[in-house]
C-alpha cells in the first residue's frame, strides 16, 4: 500500500493550488484521510480531516479557505487551498488509515510530502 502525495509547487499570495493524495495497493477501504503540514523546526500540524463519510474538520488557520475532498472509487484524497498565504509554506503530507485485503485492522499510511511555496 501506497499514498502518493502531489500538485505542491510555488504559487503567489492570494494563489491556489489543488493537492492529491492517491492510494493504491490491495485496499479494502480507507477511513479517514488528513492534511498536514510541517516548516523546519516546528511540528507536524493537522490542516484538514475527511472522514469516510465525508465529515470534515479544519485548522483554525486554513478554515473557509481550504477545502478536504475525497474520491472514494479512486481512492484519492484532494486538498483544495485558496487564497494562500505566505505562512500556508511547508511541505504537506497526507494521511490515511486504511484496511488491506490481507488485514483485518486499520492501519495509518503517510505520503512522501509535496512541498507548497507562497512568495510573490
Known amino acids: 500500500v501506497q499514498l502518493q502525495a502531489s500538485g505542491g509547487g510555488l504559487v503567489q499570495p492570494g494563489g491556489s493550488l489543488r493537492l492529491s493524495c492517491a492510494a493504491s495497493?490491495?485496499?479494502?477501504?480507507?477511513?479517514?484521510m488528513a492534511w498536514y503540514r510541517q516548516v523546519p523546526g516546528k511540528q507536524r500540524e493537522l490542516v484538514a480531516i475527511?472522514?469516510?463519510?465525508?465529515?470534515?474538520n479544519y485548522a483554525d488557520s486554513v478554515k473557509a479557505r481550504f477545502t478536504a475532498s475525497r474520491d472514494n472509487v479512486k481512492k484519492t484524497g484532494y486538498l483544495q487551498m485558496n487564497s494562500l498565504r505566505p505562512e500556508d509554506t511547508a511541505v504537506y503530507y497526507c494521511?490515511?488509515?486504511?484496511?488491506?485485503?490481507?488485514?483485518?485492522?486499520?492501519?495509518?499510511?503517510w505520503g512522501q510530502g509535496t512541498q507548497v511555496t507562497v512568495s510573490s
Open positions: 494521511n490515511a488509515g486504511i484496511l488491506r485485503m490481507s488485514s483485518s485492522t486499520y492501519e495509518s499510511y
Open positions: 475527511i472522514t469516510g463519510n465525508g465529515n470534515t
Open positions: 495497493g490491495s485496499i479494502l477501504s480507507i477511513n479517514s
